[in-house]
């Protein structure tokens, strides 16, 4: 019955129109208040942009050190993370045995799906217990919220590193082990720069999922206003928080508006992140001729 | 070298992955410590009030399950309608679109939905639908629909394509209209894989904070209809006061946490199982 078919695809076509209409009615909303509000002034405050970006003047009142900050708190995270998430994929890709292989996916698995907040309150409690019985100066900080942010990207590290590890066509895999490599040298000299590309695309995508997160770093020492971080035991500010802050707590329009700018450039590097990570990974796919 | 380097990598492997016990055996830890005192009955309750020292947890626990049931509901209908009509359509341009349009949706922040929600369909609903609030579990659901399309769709559409990249051939041959074979032979087998596709997305709404948070009241009394303003686990947890350590309210939190993290794990196992299940067959 071709006439009861064309009903269905007229629904889903309702829905999907819906759907979009609803996403792009928001990104349009932030796009379209983001740019009418955004200029020097709200990101540098008073202060002469080129002092600022030099870090000879402290900016107080602008975004400016929101920025900095999410990008000092991104790099360091995957600072953290990367050691682990590549060690840990590689291991798994190369030398785990099958029944080791299910288990600790498993763990990567559950780990990748414990709720954000539930990372920040971990390191929370880590913190007000390490303070209580030892007198350490481990209160919130930069440094405790890129920890928590560096667990939270690590799966998705050691995913995309093992993923990319396995995907390398078994004649390359092969060819190096048949000339008499070991499997380490292997290793290093065949099999990871052939898939550096692709390892590179993932450090992106953790970045990417790194500066979008709010949960964790709420827990873990953002604040609303403290300039930009002296060293990593200092509190710090970071967008997506001074985001949650301002829409809470905006007093002016002056500072709704920069609630918007600061949404704007969130947008933006989260989808500039996102993009390198595609482009990446497509050339890589072209060039080696897979899939 | 050549022994050392496994070793090192199997000993980083297994810190990393002991990550999520040691999550768990701290939350575990501190809340057995509560069902030993005999305090455990101020938890477990409708009622939350400072004054008579009841912190019911079951009320942020209704609201979670309130909140990612409904967006759960929207979001499959969308998705489902976008994934089907991807198949069916023949309109390259269309198919494009809306595929890249849910990679986008997937790399938006979420904080950023909440924010411009907040500026678009709370004034938009609260002026056409009178509530009790402005902010109201309805809302929520939606911006957070919104979050799960991409989670679910491109699971769907792999496991469409999947599917008829095996067997379109063989039932083409065999006389189904592309429309026949899509209705009768893709969905009928495709449900496993849309099953676990959902559950995945009920683990990730379960888990969001920034869109329940912002979006959708954090009232702590029984919402009455969806117009009402709701708190779920995870913004009970957001909105601690972190000064007052020892006392019963932030310990009320440590049950929310154990609460959402089981869950969550029991969500992932199902998944799991469903796989394993899928695989034998």
């Not at chain 1, 029944?99 to 954000?116: D, G, H, Q």
């Not at chain 1, 209160?139 to 390398?168: C, E, F, H, K, W």
């Not at chain 1, 704007?264 to 990570?277: G, P």
Request: hydrophobic share 55%.
């Amino acid at each position: 019955m071709p006439y009861k078919y064309k009903v269905y695809k007229l629904i889903f076509a309702f829905f999907s129109f819906i759907a979009m209409s609803l996403v792009y009615i928001l990104l349009g909303f932030i796009l379209y208040k983001g740019f009418s509000f955004i200029s020097f002034e709200l990101i540098f405050s008073d202060t002469n942009a080129i002092d600022a970006l030099l870090l000879k003047q402290r900016v107080f009142d602008g975004i400016f050190p929101a920025i900095i900050g999410t990008f000092m708190l991104i790099i360091l995270a995957l600072s953290f993370s990367l050691i682990f998430g590549f060690a840990s994929g590689i291991y798994l890709s190369i030398y785990a045995k099958n029944s080791t292989k299910r288990i600790v996916n498993l763990c990567f698995e559950l780990l990748a799906s414990v709720p954000s907040i539930l990372i920040g309150l971990f390191f929370l409690l880590l913190s007000i217990y390490l303070h209580d019985k030892f007198q350490a100066n481990f209160m919130p900080s930069l440094l405790l919220a890129s920890l928590a942010l560096g667990i939270l990207i690590m799966p998705y590290l050691v995913q995309n590193t093992r993923l990319s590890l396995d995907n390398i066509p078994k004649d390359i895999k092969q060819i190096g082990i048949n000339l008499g490599l070991s499997p380490t040298q292997n290793l290093f000299k065949v099999l990871l720069p052939y898939c550096s590309k692709e390892l590179l695309s993932g450090i992106f995508l953790s970045l990417g999922r790194a500066c979008e997160d709010t949960a964790v770093i709420m827990l873990t020492g953002a604040v609303a206003s403290a300039g930009i971080a002296a060293s990593v035991f200092d509190r710090f500010e970071a967008l997506p928080f001074y985001i949650y802050y301002l829409s809470t707590n905006y007093a002016d329009e002056k500072e709704l508006s920069q609630a918007f700018a600061a949404s704007l450039i969130l947008l933006f590097i989260a989808l500039f992140l996102f993009l390198l990570t595609k482009i990446i990974q497509k050339k890589f796919r072209n060039y080696y001729g897979y899939n | 070298m050549n022994n050392i380097f496994p070793r090192v990598l199997l000993i980083i492997t297994f810190i990393s992955s002991a990550f999520v016990f040691c999550i768990f055996l701290l939350l575990a830890i501190l809340c057995f410590d509560l069902f030993d005192s005999n305090i455990i009955n101020n938890f477990f309750g409708m009622v939350w009030s400072v004054e008579e020292e009841k912190y019911g947890i079951i009320l942020p626990f209704l609201g979670t399950l309130i909140i990612s049931i409904l967006s759960l509901i929207i979001a499959f209908i969308f998705s489902f309608c976008i994934c089907s009509y991807i198949f069916l359509n023949k309109y390259k341009t269309i198919n494009i679109f809306l595929e890249k349009s849910m990679l986008l949706m997937a790399s938006v922040p979420t904080v950023i939905y909440a924010f411009a929600a907040l500026f678009t369909f709370v004034p938009f609903i609260s002026t056409y639908i009178n509530g009790s609030s402005t902010l109201s579990i309805l809302v929520a659901s939606i911006t957070l629909s919104l979050l799960l399309i991409p989670t679910m769709g491109l699971l769907f559409l792999n496991s469409f394509r999947t599917l008829s990249s095996k067997y379109e051939n063989t039932c083409l041959h065999l006389g189904l209209s592309k429309e026949q074979f899509f209705y009768q032979f893709i969905l009928k087998n495709s449900i496993p894989h849309m099953l676990s596709a959902v559950i995945l997305a009920m683990a990730r709404a379960v888990g969001d904070t920034m869109i329940v948070l912002m979006l959708a009241g954090n009232a702590l009394s029984m919402p009455n209809s969806i117009l009402d303003s709701a708190r779920s686990l995870t913004s009970h947890i957001a909105l601690i006061f972190a000064n007052d350590y020892s006392s019963l309210s932030f310990k009320a939190i440590f049950l929310c946490a154990f609460l959402l993290l089981c869950s969550n794990f029991i969500l992932i196992l199902s998944i799991k199982y469903i796989q394993r299940k899928c695989n034998a067959i």
